[in-house]
Nanobody, 119 residues
Framework: HVQLVESGGGSAQPGGSLTLSCTGSGFLFNSAFMSWLRQAPGKEVEWVSSINGNSKNKVYADSVKGRFTISRDNRKNTMYLQMDNLKSEDTALYYC?????????????WGQGTQVTVS
C-alpha cells in the first residue's frame, strides 16, 4: 500500500518559519525523485522544489529560492521543506509528490496535502 503523508503545516506570521515533512511507504523511496508543490486558493498548482534520490540535486522555484530548503532522510523515508521568512503569498495547500521508475515503467505518487497559512 503506497502512501505519502505530509505533516507540519499550520499557521505562522510573516517572517516566521515552518517545517513540512513527507513520509513515504510502500515504494522505493530512496530512489524516488521527490518534490513539493502548492496550490493557493483560486490558483493553479505551483511547483516549489525538488530533490533527487541522493540529495545531490536540489532545485527551487524563484519565488522561494533563498527562503525554503528541501532535504530528505532516506533512512526515515522522509522528505522535508524548511520554510523561513514566510510571506503571505506562501499561504497554500502544500503537497508532496514522488516518482520513480521500475524498468521502463514510471510510478508517481501524491500526498493528501498539508495547509500552510501565513498571516
Amino acid at each position: 500500500h503506497v502512501q505519502l503523508v505530509e505533516s507540519g503545516g499550520g499557521s505562522a506570521q510573516p517572517g516566521g518559519s515552518l517545517t513540512l515533512s513527507c513520509t513515504g511507504s510502500g515504494f522505493l523511496f530512496n530512489s524516488a525523485f521527490m518534490s513539493w508543490l502548492r496550490q493557493a486558493p483560486g490558483k493553479e498548482v505551483e511547483w516549489v522544489s525538488s530533490i533527487n534520490g541522493n540529495s545531490k540535486n536540489k532545485v527551487y522555484a524563484d519565488s522561494v529560492k533563498g527562503r525554503f530548503t528541501i532535504s530528505r532522510d532516506n533512512r526515515k523515508n522522509t522528505m522535508y521543506l524548511q520554510m523561513d521568512n514566510l510571506k503571505s503569498e506562501d499561504t497554500a495547500l502544500y503537497y508532496c509528490y514522488g516518482f520513480h521508475w521500475v524498468g521502463s515503467l514510471e510510478y508517481n505518487y501524491w500526498g493528501q496535502g498539508t495547509q500552510v497559512t501565513v498571516s
